[in-house]
C-alpha cells in the first residue's frame, strides 16, 4: 500500500498526558520509517479544526485514560468519518470505568479482587469499607497507567489516601490486595500474545515502574508452565471478547502463591513506549515494533474501507 498520511493524537488533558507523548511519539518514528506521511496533533480545543486541516487517511490514537481510552475521541472521529486505531466507544467507555469493568468481570464469573466504589464529591471522608479486608489498593475509578494507585495498610493511610485522592479524581476504587506474582498478556488481533511476567522494583507495578528506566524486568516468555500460560491466554481473550474489544488489548494479572490467577486490569489502548509490555510480548511473536503499527493502521483502514468511510 502507498504510503498513506496518519495523524498520530498524543498528548491530552489527563494525567497520563507525558506517557501519552512518548507513546506517540515512538509510533510516529515507526510510520515514517514505514514511508507513511505522519502528523502529530493534540487532543485540545483545536482538535477537529487541526484534523480537517491535516485531512489524514487515519488516525493512529496514542492517547491514554480520559479523553482518549473512555469513547470521547472514538465519539469524535466517528462523527468526523474518520478510521482509528483501537476499540470503539462503547468498550472503551467501559474498559476505562473500574467499577462496570469488574461488574462485568464478576457476573461472568471471571476472577478479581472484592471491591467497593466511592464517591468524594460530598466533602466528607468515607469510612473504610467493613465488608473489605486490609490490605487494599486504592485507585481512581477511570484512569490507567497506575497514576494515582496506592496499597493502603491501616486506617490511617486509608484517611490519608482518600484525603489525596479527592485533589485529583471524583471517585475511587478501593480493591483488595492480592499477593502474588505480576503477570500481563495482551491480545492482538484475535490472538492472545506471549505472557510476560513483571518484576518491579517499586512494591507493585507503580507509574514510576512502568515508565523510568529501570523501574522493572519484562520476562517474555513468562518463567511458567503451559497450564499457566494456556490458562492468561484465555483470560486475556474472554476479557477482550466480553468487553467487545478490537485491533489490540491487554490484561493484567496476580498470579497467587497456589498459582491461582486474578484479574487487575484491562488496557484498550496498551502503552506503546520503549518501555511499554505489548511491543515486548508482540516482539517475542515475532512482530516488531514497526509491524505492530503498521498491522493496527491497516486494521483501521479495513473497517473504513468496510464502512464506506474512504473514497474507492
Known amino acids: 500500500m502507498p504510503g498513506l498520511k496518519v495523524a498520530v493524537v498524543m498528548?491530552?488533558?489527563?494525567?497520563?498526558?507525558?506517557?501519552?507523548?512518548?507513546?506517540?511519539?515512538c509510533v510516529m518514528r515507526a510510520l515514517a520509517a514505514l514511508g507513511h506521511d505522519v502528523r502529530s496533533l493534540d487532543f485540545d480545543n483545536r482538535f477537529v479544526d487541526a484534523l480537517r486541516e491535516?485531512?489524514?487517511?487515519?488516525?493512529?490514537?496514542?492517547?491514554?485514560?480520559?479523553?482518549?481510552?473512555?469513547?470521547?475521541?472514538?465519539?469524535?472521529?466517528?462523527?468526523?468519518?474518520?478510521?482509528?486505531?483501537?476499540?470503539?466507544?462503547?468498550?472503551?467507555?467501559v474498559a476505562l470505568d473500574k467499577h462496570l469493568t469488574k461488574k462485568l468481570l464478576a457476573a461472568e464469573g471471571l476472577p478479581t479482587p472484592a471491591w467497593d466504589v466511592f464517591d468524594l464529591t460530598g466533602g466528607t471522608l468515607?469510612?473504610?469499607?467493613?465488608?473489605?479486608?486490609?490490605?487494599?489498593?486504592?485507585?481512581?475509578?477511570a484512569s490507567g497507567s497506575s497514576?494515582?494507585?496506592?496499597?493502603?495498610?491501616?486506617?490511617?493511610?486509608?484517611?490519608?489516601?482518600?484525603?489525596?485522592?479527592?485533589?485529583?479524581t471524583p471517585e475511587i476504587l478501593a480493591e483488595e490486595f492480592v499477593a502474588g506474582r505480576e503477570f500481563s498478556c495482551g491480545v492482538l488481533g484475535e490472538e492472545a500474545l506471549p505472557i510476560v511476567?513483571?518484576?518491579?522494583?517499586?512494591?507493585?507495578?507503580?507509574?514510576?515502574?512502568?515508565?523510568?528506566?529501570?523501574?522493572?524486568?519484562?520476562?517474555?516468555?513468562a518463567p511458567i508452565d503451559h497450564d499457566l500460560t494456556a490458562r492468561l491466554q484465555t483470560l486475556a481473550l474472554s476479557v477482550h471478547r466480553l468487553l467487545g474489544l478490537r485491533d489490540y488489548s491487554r490484561t493484567d494479572f496476580i498470579v497467587s502463591k497456589e498459582g491461582r490467577p486474578t484479574i487487575l486490569e484491562i488496557n484498550a489502548l496498551p502503552?506503546?513506549?520503549?518501555?511499554?509490555?505489548?511491543?515486548?510480548?508482540?516482539l517475542q511473536a515475532g512482530v516488531s515494533y514497526e509491524a505492530l503499527v503498521d498491522r493496527l493502521v491497516h486494521y483501521a483502514?479495513?473497517?473504513?474501507?468496510?464502512?464506506?468511510?474512504?473514497?474507492?
Not at 502503552?271 to 508482540?282: C, H, I, K, V
Not at 473497517?303 to 474512504?310: D, I, K, M, P, Q
Open 11 to 25: 498528548g491530552g488533558p489527563g494525567a497520563e498526558r507525558e506517557v501519552s507523548i512518548e507513546s506517540g511519539t
Open 126 to 141: 468515607p469510612l473504610l469499607p467493613g465488608s473489605l479486608n486490609l490490605p487494599l489498593v486504592v485507585k481512581p475509578r
Open 271 to 282: 502503552g506503546m513506549t520503549s518501555t511499554s509490555l505489548l511491543p515486548d510480548e508482540a
Open 197 to 221: 511476567e513483571i518484576v518491579a522494583s517499586d512494591e507493585f507495578y507503580s507509574y514510576d515502574a512502568k515508565y523510568k528506566p529501570g523501574g522493572s524486568r519484562h520476562l517474555v516468555p
Open 301 to 312: 483502514l479495513a473497517r473504513g474501507t468496510e464502512a464506506g468511510v474512504l473514497s474507492p
Open 54 to 93: 491535516i485531512s489524514p487517511d487515519v488516525v493512529f490514537n496514542a492517547l491514554h485514560g480520559v479523553g482518549g481510552e473512555d469513547g470521547t475521541i472514538q465519539g469524535v472521529l466517528e462523527w468526523l468519518g474518520i478510521p482509528y486505531t483501537g476499540s470503539g466507544i462503547a468498550a472503551c467507555a
Open 147 to 168: 497514576a494515582g494507585v496506592v496499597i493502603v495498610r491501616s486506617h490511617e493511610a486509608w484517611s490519608k489516601s482518600i484525603i489525596e485522592a479527592a485533589e485529583r
